[in-house]
């Protein structure tokens, strides 16, 4: 049993609430789902080593040296998980700012704020380093089983990554924060975080798209040109690659970089920390004059109730940089539509389930907003206004707002392929619809500031709208090539939202 | 056209049922033009008959009459004449006043410039001038109660709901807020309130109800009331625990 207020202490305080706040998260809050939990978690296990073991083992069998194509291909994909990381470090060092929670019980206290704070960014890191080991330790185990146990040291790089992301992800926050203030710091690192941590795969989808017209990403690591313009084997760039593929000397010096700065941060930003938690609590609430209109504007029930859903959207940039991941994904599409103007029909094909998935995506996080994420549920129901015309005012809204979004890239794909373009609304149409009315079918109150976490108020509804506005992308996209099995297709996706709607909360009269 | 001895609320064996009886077979009136509290210990039902008359849940059984209006058969013309005030206020962060007064005209269809005079009136009323173009965001407990209860009476409601409307608010709120609310009983509204400031029932209710384990256990004026508790002179305080533990003593 560690002292009490000892860095020890602390550390298995937070390490409690951790695994506490992931299984609520995981089991939707509701008891004894653990076991199903589990048998869920070594099915994905299972199912994402399969998938590993099908992608690296043609490299396998012919040998992986550390040639120039191979540290290229190694150094992209490690790219590509530290933007995923800094991403995540950013946006779990934002939220310590803002989130309260226990600081105030904590600060309060007489024990050392440095070591809670200490103790709360070296787990951030290995949060952090945990969810790409996630993702990124299938392919470590595959490859160490095939090619040697050697590719283990993939392990440490992923620790070393981690702990470099969080600390660059702390100065860079603090930085900002004495920099811009508590109020922007909170809106820039957020939308940081959402460009940073998609910013690298559409990066290289547009290097790709710009460099060989095709849309796969991993086309830019392979090009002769990229290959042919890298640096030197010798260079430091290869290090991490170098680290992975079992140079145990790479390895410790990456250890010690990541480690030794994640440590001179701590040691130097932890004893402030409480200050910036303090004035950020201070500043986000400070007062905010809105333009001063002298007049009621005359409006119908479901106006306001539109008016409102826009107002309170347009007016929290928070929520803004958290849809804007979907829209992000939106560049690549928007940029082949560009570049090909005028050519090729074909190449347009691959925009459409692109722009229809966004738009599913899209309508499902807005839709969240305006009816689970309600601030006032309780004036808006004791308002003499029947509950469905609340919910077609607050649908409206949310079209709206994913029509605003999507309409300028359907309409310039109207100019150079009306057809595809017609499909494309088609699909945009029917998928908004689809992921706003599951977000209804599955609506549960909740505060909108947990917009990051809505998932978690119901599985079902999380994967029903994954699954709906990727079927329809795929019926979309089958649409325009012209493809008969469309009409195959789409019966399919409306089962699934039959099915969905029939497995749907039972909502009791009165409650 | 109502006449005054039509009941601003009449409830009829009402039931509510969660885990255990939140509301058991509560028979109630409160009559039109009248300032009612309702008290009860912690859990006694109060809120739940209350947001049962607000129309914001159902009852399992029983009859809920607004105004001469069957409120569980025609909840639409019911919620015309109530307004609801809870504790938390329900208000927008990212609203001005000025602009959540608007949005809650518009939802109880108020003419725009009825609405508008109607809301800077109220605006001017509890001292939100000064504030009624800033973001609610950044406002204490009390202005947002203030901005709430605004919000509650900008449709003219008949009969006002308030479930413990002075939370956090500081003395000089709290006092404004009685005045309007008294104001507002001199004007014909109705007023059902739930507090556990005893004083506040004290001094504005003309008739008191104590709701213990869902029932209605006592009902009256303050001197009615002294009377059932044998406490002839006592503070409300007094009469209220005497009443309290006596039905505890006798489950």
């Not at chain 1, 396998?60 to 933007?83: E, M």
């Not at chain 1, 290097?207 to 042919?228: M, N, P, Q, Y």
């Not at chain 2, 006043?97 to 005079?117: D, K, M, N, T, Y």
């Not at chain 2, 309007?180 to 506040?200: C, D, Q, Y």
Request: aromatic content about 8%; some cysteine.
């Amino acid at each position: 049993m560690s002292q009490p207020a000892t860095l020890a202490w602390f550390g298995r305080h937070e390490l409690r609430l951790f695994w506490r706040d992931w299984i609520s998260m995981m089991t939707g809050g509701k008891r004894g789902r653990e076991p199903i939990l589990a048998g869920v978690a070594v099915v994905f296990a299972v199912l994402i080593h399969a998938l590993a073991y099908f992608l690296v083992v043609p490299y396998a069998r012919a040998g992986i040296v550390p040639d120039k194509a191979t540290l290229v291909v190694l150094t992209g994909g490690g790219l590509l998980a530290c933007s995923l990381m800094l991403s995540q470090a950013m946006e779990s060092v934002t939220r310590a700012f803002y989130a309260r929670s226990d600081l105030d019980l904590i600060l309060s206290s007489p024990a050392s704020a440095r070591r809670v704070f200490a103790v709360r960014m070296i787990a951030i890191a290995l949060a952090t380093t945990l969810l790409t080991t996630v993702l990124a330790g299938p392919f470590i185990n595959v490859l160490a089983f095939t090619d040697g146990p050697r590719w283990l040291a993939g392990y440490g790089v992923l620790l070393a990554m981690g702990a470099l992301s969080t600390a660059f992800a702390i100065a860079l926050t603090i930085a900002m924060f004495r920099g811009l203030g508590p109020k922007r710091t909170r809106f820039i690192s957020q939308v940081v975080s959402a460009v940073v941590g998609a910013g690298f795969v559409i990066g290289a989808q547009g290097a790709a798209i710009l460099s060989t017209g095709k849309f796969s990403r991993l086309e830019i690591f392979r090009s002769e040109d990229v290959i042919a313009g890298a640096p030197g084997l010798a260079s430091p760039l290869w290090w991490p690659a170098r680290a992975a593929m079992g140079e145990v000397v790479t390895l410790a010096a990456l250890l010690g970089l990541g480690l030794g700065l994640l440590a001179v941060v701590i040691a130097g930003l932890s004893a402030n920390f409480g200050d910036h938690v303090v004035a950020a609590s201070g500043e986000v609430y400070e007062r905010k004059r809105e333009r001063r209109r002298e007049r009621f504007r005359p409006a119908s029930v479901k106006r306001v109730l539109r008016r409102k859903e826009w107002a309170l959207l347009r007016r929290d940039p928070w929520l803004m940089s958290q849809t804007l991941m979907q829209i992000l994904y939106l560049a690549p599409p928007a940029l082949l539509l560009w570049r090909n103007f005028g050519d090729d029909l074909s190449g347009f094909l691959i925009v459409v389930p692109i722009i229809v998935m966004a738009s599913g995506q899209l309508a499902g996080g807005l839709a969240w907003l305006a009816v689970s994420g309600e601030d006032a549920p309780d004036l808006v129901a004791s308002a003499p206004v029947p509950e469905r015309a609340v919910l077609a005012a607050k649908i409206e809204a949310v079209i709206g707002a994913v029509a605003v979004v999507i309409a300028p890239l359907v309409l310039a794909l109207a100019f150079a392929a009306p057809r595809i373009a017609a499909v494309a609304a088609l699909g945009v149409a029917v998928s908004a619809a689809s992921g706003t009315m599951i977000q209804i079918w599955f609506r549960a109150q909740a505060k909108r500031s947990t917009f990051h976490r809505r998932q978690t108020s119901s599985r079902i509804a999380t994967v029903a709208e994954a699954l709906s506005s990727i079927l329809w992308a795929g019926t979309a996209a089958l649409l325009a090539a012209g493809s008969w099995f469309a009409a195959a297709m789409a019966p399919i996706v409306l089962l699934i939202l039959a099915g969905t709607w029939a497995i749907r909360p039972r909502r009791a009269p009165g409650t | 056209m109502l006449d005054s001895s039509t009941p601003a609320l009449q409830l009829r064996g009402l039931v509510k049922h969660f885990a255990r009886p939140a509301v058991d077979g509560l028979d109630l009136t409160v009559r039109s033009g009248e300032f009612y509290a309702l008290l009860g210990p912690n859990g006694a039902g109060k809120t739940t008959t209350l947001r049962i008359v607000a129309g914001l849940l159902r009852p399992d059984a029983g009859e809920v009459s607004v105004l001469g209006i069957d409120a569980l058969a025609d909840p639409i013309a019911a919620k015309r004449e109530i307004a609801w005030v809870s504790d938390e206020p329900m208000i927008y962060d990212k609203l001005t006043p000025f602009e959540f007064l608007e949005f809650v005209s518009g939802l109880w269809s108020i003419p725009a410039e009825v609405g508008e005079a109607r809301a800077r009136e109220l605006i001017g009323w509890l001292g939100l001038e000064p504030h009624a173009h800033e973001r609610c965001q950044s406002f204490s407990k009390g202005m947002r109660q203030k901005v709430a209860l605004a919000g509650a009476l900008v449709h003219e409601p008949r009969l006002l709901i308030l479930d413990e409307p002075l939370t956090g608010l500081d003395a000089g709120s709290a006092r404004q807020v009685k005045e309007l609310l008294a104001e507002r009983v001199r004007g014909g509204v109705s007023v059902i309130l739930t507090t556990h400031i005893l004083e506040v029932a004290e001094r504005l209710a003309e008739r008191i109800g104590v709701l213990d384990k869902g029932r209605l256990i006592a009902e009256g004026t303050l001197e009615e009331l002294r009377a059932q508790a044998g406490r002839a002179g006592s503070s409300l305080e007094d009469v209220f625990l005497e009443l309290v533990a006596r039905e505890n003593a006798a489950a």
